[in-house]
């Protein structure tokens, strides 16, 4: 299947990780639609998803407003219908410290038994109006969800906020492209993404992206409108 092309989900800077860029599957399992899936973490103009460190965050959990993308706005990637929305799951204390993954790692099996809120946390799948094929956003904060299945969304629409829901250690949004809604049956299907700034990791500049997937660590942002096809 060729490549669907979508926007960036958001605005600000954003951190690529587990980027299909640098292997596929992108997060090592085809399970739930994941194979060409990609997360972004939010961050400040040096990189860093959280400004403030403490005992906790070297041995402990952390609270999940602590980081940059927490709240942030997530935005509709492409025109389309909402064809699922799933609100309610707790958004979880944020994870940095090695002894806190620990535990978290051990629950990972339960949290697969649990089927498909336990995994994607809140979220909103999208059947996209020109390909028919479908983009899911996961890991959404509770209770800010703005719309519900049915709803018609275009490019840039305001879905929701970023949160730490589901089977994620700090807040993030993961987004993928699929060849169905339900998550538990859904095969994945290759994306890119339009207009975008792109500082590859241990670069000092940014790169102008008409198209493509970031690479693994590289910091994003979509383009101004100014700078598109430029």
Do not use: K
Request: aromatic share 6%; proline share 7%.
């Amino acid at each position: 299947m060729r490549e669907v092309v979508v926007s960036l989900p958001f605005t600000g800077l954003w951190l690529a990780r587990n980027s299909p860029a640098r292997r596929v599957p992108s997060h090592g399992t085809d399970l739930m639609g994941s194979r060409y899936a990609i997360d972004f973490v939010g961050v400040d103009e040096r990189g860093r998803s959280a400004g403030h460190r403490d005992w906790r965050t070297v041995l402990a959990t952390e609270p999940a407003d602590r980081y940059f993308g927490f709240g942030r706005p997530i935005l509709a990637p492409a025109d389309g219908i909402v064809v699922a929305a799933h609100d309610g799951e707790p958004d979880h204390a944020g994870r940095r410290s090695q002894l806190a993954l620990v535990p978290y790692m051990l629950g990972q099996a339960g949290r697969l038994r649990q089927g498909v809120p336990a995994i994607a946390g809140n979220h909103v799948v999208i059947e996209l109006r020109e390909s028919g094929v479908f983009v899911a956003l996961v890991h959404l904060r509770a209770g800010s969800l703005r719309v519900a299945a049915g709803t018609p969304v275009a490019a840039g629409d305001r879905l929701a906020d970023c949160g730490n829901s589901g089977n994620s250690t700090q807040p993030h949004v993961h987004l993928q492209v699929m060849d169905s809604a339900d998550l538990s049956v859904a095969r994945g299907v290759p994306m890119a993404f339009r207009h975008f700034r792109e500082r590859p990791r241990g670069s000092a500049r940014f790169l102008i992206r008409q198209a493509g997937v970031p690479g693994e660590g590289a910091i994003v942002a979509p383009l101004p409108a100014a700078d598109v096809n430029h």
